[in-house]
């Protein structure tokens, strides 16, 4: 296997599927687990586009985790980052569903969020070797809740820095991650000055900076080269240093919502990796590889699960084409 171009570190875990659409957690009657966890997913999506990643985290030694591992490598992904707890879970995330197939998360079952594996993954461990050869770190903010994971996101930053890698943020923002939602947003825009790149929905947009239009999120931030803040049905908006863009979202018959987002970050990691970044100063390129990450994230949301439903590079070729003759 060729040495990871990206790297994505986080989560990786079940979740739990409510089967019956519209009801509450105490009203679901049956579940059905799915692979993912946002970085996880973003590594999947990228190798099935044909980009060789790696995923960094900790899963337990159990066999969620040997399934979670295996899952991974059998997709093709580089698990030299990933750690083993003796004895912490592997997380697993419920999930109900709404009449639409949009998702909300319900809780963690019979475990308190900070007793996972996840939250144990050690900045000491991290494989240097891995930022020496990669172009890309991809992030979400869901690790900073924790004490000992928060500081392997900030060695991860500075191997990034060192080894000249760029920084896609996805902030993926879960409020039942967090034992103390509060201190979320203070935490979460310490690491905007190490980022190159961050991709936000609209309400955390408006969470996070008061304004859901992204030329006035680059504007306040010094270091950050592209802002993208997607919504869902009704599309994205991006801005990157020399131009603004707005594209609507592809319509399709959604089945399952999760991981739509993760696929979307792959989509555009990937279109970056191909034509270079200096392509993003080209308006019509950009909106080229916008549309691009577009089209992934909504394939995958026509099957259920976030991993078994992403897109192979021919299929993503093959809707483009159809949809707008490219």
């Given amino acids: 296997m060729s040495n990871p171009r990206v790297l994505c570190l986080g989560e990786v875990l079940f979740d739990c599927l409510a089967d019956q659409l519209g009801r509450s957690l105490e009203e679901v009657e049956s579940w059905t687990p799915y692979p993912g966890g946002a970085p996880a997913n973003v590594a999947c999506a990228l190798v099935k586009l044909g980009i060789p990643t790696g995923f960094i985290g900790c899963v337990g030694e159990d066999q969620p985790g040997n399934e979670l591992v295996d899952l991974l490598q059998r997709v093709g992904v580089d698990t030299t980052g990933v750690q083993r707890h003796p004895t912490a879970p592997t997380r697993q995330v ?8 949009d998702r909300h998360f319900a809780g963690f079952g019979q475990y308190d969020t900070t007793e996972f594996a996840d939250t144990r993954l050690l900045a000491n461990q991290l494989p240097i070797k891995l930022f020496e050869a990669a172009d890309f770190l991809v992030l979400g903010t869901l690790e900073l809740a924790y004490p000992e994971s928060g500081k392997a996101v900030h060695r991860a930053l500075e191997l990034a820095e060192e080894y000249n890698l760029k920084v896609l943020l996805d902030v993926n923002w879960r409020p039942v991650f967090w034992t103390n939602p509060d201190i979320a947003p203070q ?17 955390e947009a408006e969470w996070l900076f008061d304004t859901k239009k992204p030329r006035e999120i680059l504007n306040r931030l010094d270091s950050v080269e592209g802002v993208i803040v997607t919504d869902g049905e009704h599309g994205c908006a991006y801005s990157f240093e020399e131009h603004d863009g707005k594209l609507p979202a592809f319509a399709v018959t959604v089945a399952d919502t999760t991981g739509a987002g993760d696929s979307f970050v792959a989509g555009f990691i990937y279109q970056v990796l191909m034509h270079g970044i200096k392509s993003l100063s080209d308006p019509v390129k950009a909106k080229q590889i916008v549309t691009y990450a577009s089209a992934v994230g909504a394939l995958t949301t026509m099957k259920p699960g976030a991993i078994a439903s992403q897109p192979t590079k021919e299929e993503v070729e093959a809707f483009l084409i159809q949809e707008i003759g490219v």
């Fill in 94 to 101: 419920y999930v109900v569903r709404s009449l639409e197939g």
């Fill in 187 to 203: 935490t979460i825009r310490a690491l905007f000055k190490q980022v190159d790149f961050l991709k936000l929905s609209l309400e």
